[in-house]
């Protein structure tokens, strides 16, 4: 889910405390997460690991908390109705909360934008 919403154009700034994977395995430290998964504690030395702002975008994929992609959602205006509607689903689906809310996210990116 998450390459699928990097690819639908999920736009990040990275920040401390957010949680990464490590696409192409370019980051030598060890992870106390799941293979390939990291904490970023300093934007800058995590663009400096992977060879720049650029690369850092190109060869890292942001994994949204909950409440960083329930943020999300309020930023680009998606009603909070829809946002218990697709947790009703996940649970009628057997999907986790989060990824009904990721869900969400994938909609809301592929929806074309609307002319003011």
Do not use: C
Not at 4 to 13: D, E, P, Q, S, V
Not at 31 to 45: C, D, R, T, W, Y
Not at 65 to 83: I, K, N, Q, Y
């Amino acid at each position: 889910m998450v390459t699928r919403l990097r690819g639908a154009g999920l736009i990040w700034a990275p920040h401390a405390g957010h949680y990464v994977f490590d696409i192409d395995g370019i980051i030598k430290a060890a992870s106390p997460f799941q293979a390939g998964v990291h904490l970023i504690s300093s934007p800058n030395a995590m663009a400096r690991t992977v060879g720049g702002d650029e690369s850092l975008h190109e060869r890292i994929a942001w994994l949204p908390t909950w409440s960083d992609a329930r943020a999300w959602l309020d930023d680009h205006g998606v009603p909070r109705g829809r946002v218990v509607e697709a947790l009703q689903s996940a649970i009628d689906d057997d999907l986790s909360d989060l990824e009904a809310i990721y869900g969400l996210i994938l909609e809301s990116l592929d929806k074309p934008e609307e002319s003011a």
